[in-house]
């Protein structure tokens, strides 16, 4: 059983930065995929960002492509993403998510995702 856990959400402001991230304990995939989910008030979770654990290969949803990127730190089980250009429509709980197939494309659908954190609030004011 793995466990995930989120830190690094809170408050923003419109054109700022943070920076969430989330440590993996437990039992630990050599080759797996990380993502990134978020899940706004009466919206479905959407996908985020992913990133390919072994080849370091990332794929980000069209909305965040350019401002966010997720980035993993091997020595510490630990996945970043870093937001930047920050809008309130960024506005959601985070999860990090872990499939614990590994695929060169990371698949983008929740239902893939076997082991998931309890969430941190990101909140983007104007």
């Known amino acids: 059983q793995v466990q995930l856990a989120e830190s690094g959400g809170g408050l923003g402001e419109v054109g700022g930065s943070l920076s969430p991230s989330c440590a993996a304990s437990?039992?630990?995939?050599?080759?797996?995929?990380m993502g990134w989910f978020r899940q706004a008030p009466g919206k479905e979770r959407e996908f985020v960002a992913a990133?390919?654990?072994?080849?370091?290969?990332?794929y980000y949803a069209d909305s965040v492509k350019g401002r966010f990127i997720i980035s993993r730190d091997n020595a510490k089980n630990t996945v970043y993403l870093q937001m930047n250009s920050l809008n309130p429509e960024d506005t959601a709980v985070y999860y990090c998510a872990l499939d614990r197939i590994s695929t060169e494309i990371p698949r983008t659908g929740s239902w893939f995702y076997d082991d998931w954190g309890q969430g941190t609030q990101v909140t983007v004011s104007s």
């Open positions: 990133l390919n654990w072994s080849s370091g290969r990332t």
């Open positions: 437990g039992r630990t995939y050599s080759r797996c995929v």
